[in-house]
C-alpha cells in the first residue's frame, strides 16, 4: 500500500514495536511486534495489541508518539486504568492567546466521565451532561464571569447564555480526554522525561541488519516473521549485555574462561538461529 505521511509517499508494510521501558529494568526487551499495511492508523495497532499486552505484562503507562492518541485508545486504557503519556498531540494546536479547555481542570469518576471543573479564575463547579446527551455542560457564576479579564478580552471559551444568565461551557467526552492528555503531556515536558526516546535506537537495531534497512522478502506473512527473528535477536543482545555486565562487575565468583565460554555460546546460538531463520524463509 502507499501512504502520503509528512512531504512524501511511502510504499509497503508498517512495523509496530512495543518495548518495555521502565528504569528499574537491568534490560529492556521488545514485548510485541505488529506488521500490517502501512495505511494502518497508529491507535488501530495499539488497540489491537492492547489485550495481549494486558495478559503478558503489568502495564501501567504507554510512552507513545503523538499518534497514537484517539477517543477509542482514551477509552480503551480508562476501562484499564492505564496511562497514555504523548511525545505530543495529533491535530491543530490551540491558540496560545485563548484559554481552552486544557485550561480548565477537569476531575473525572471512576467511570471515566467529568465530574466537576475548575476555570482559572478559580470557580469549580459540577459537570453535568447535556440536555441532548451529545456532550457535558458545566454552569460558572455571573458576578465571577462577568468580571473576568478573559472575558472582557473574549478569550474564554465559557458564554452567557441567551435566557440564562449563567455562562456556560460545551465540550463532548473525546475533547474532555484529549484535554487530560495535553495536561499530562504538559507536566511529563516539565519532568523532562521522554522514556519513549529510546525505542528510536530499538527501531534502528531491527532494521540496521538489512541491507538498506529493507526486508529481503515480500508479504506480510513472511515480513511479520523477520521481524519476530529480528526483534529476538535484539533480545539476545540485550540479554547478552547485561550477563557481561554483571559477570564483569562479580569476577571474584566468575573465571575469566568460563566468561569468554559463555560469550561464544551465546554468539553460536545467535548465528545459528538467525541463519537457520533465513533459510526457512527462503524455502
Known sequence: ?????????????????????????????????????????DPKLLLEA????????????????GGYGSPAVDQALQDQNILLLQTAIRGQRPAPDKLHLADFPLQFDEAGKPREIACPQGQQVPVRQGNQHKGFVAEFSPPICQNCPFQFEKKCPAQAGRRNPNFFLYFLLSEAHLARRRNRNAEHRRLKQNLRAAVEATIRAVKHPFSRSKLPVRG??????????????????????????????????T???????????IWTV??????????????
Open 1 to 41: 500500500t502507499i501512504r502520503e505521511k509528512g512531504n512524501g509517499l511511502y510504499q509497503g508494510y508498517v512495523a509496530n514495536i512495543t518495548e518495555t521501558c521502565d528504569p528499574e529494568n537491568p534490560f529492556q526487551l521488545i514485548t510485541k511486534i505488529q506488521v500490517d499495511p502501512n495505511h494502518t492508523d
Open 220 to 253: 506480510k506473512f513472511r515480513m511479520f516473521y523477520v521481524m519476530i527473528g529480528s526483534a529476538a535477536i535484539n533480545n539476545l543482545r540485550q540479554i547478552q549485555r547485561h550477563l557481561l555486565e554483571k559477570n564483569k562487575n562479580d569476577r571474584k565468583n
Open 255 to 265: 573465571s575469566r574462561d568460563a566468561n569468554v565460554s559463555f560469550v561464544s555460546f
Open 270 to 283: 545467535k548465528n545459528a538461529f538467525y541463519n537457520s531463520f533465513l533459510t526457512s524463509l527462503s524455502c
Open 50 to 65: 492492547l489485550p495481549n499486552l494486558i495478559k503478558r505484562s503489568e502495564i501501567e503507562t504507554f510512552y507513545t508518539d
